[in-house]
């Protein structure tokens, strides 16, 4: 699919990978994201992050998660009228994201299946892992997804 191309459920299969990125990350939106959500010390202040388990700032979980998203988004296969999420089964964060860091993804098509109760739509369950520049896996998640269906 290129340009303003769509795709629906048929277009895609199981096995079928996609990512991309990097998406630079910074001290400045560390801070800004967890004053915001996540006011954590070691999130919020350079500091006294010195002091915590991680010994220096690093980045909420939720915006390592909400980075993700943004590249999930720029990179996988653009759906008609969008990806729905039902669930996110697993979320496991893995290593610590600092400021410096680029992050980049990687998506696996798990399993592809028609909706039992609407036939316009189709359910996609979709593995993503995120890296940093050094290929640290930072976060692995397992989710569920509705997509549209070209046939019902």
Known sequence: MQGNDYSYMEDLHVGQTFGGGPVDVTAAEIIAFASKFDPQPFHTDAEAAKHSV?????????????LTMRLILEYSPKMKGGMVGRSIEKLNWLHPVKPGDQLSFKGEILELRGSASNPARGIMRVRNATFNQHGDKVLESESVIFVPRRTA
């Open 54 to 66: 991680f010994g220096e700032l690093v980045a909420s979980g939720w915006h390592t998660a909400a």
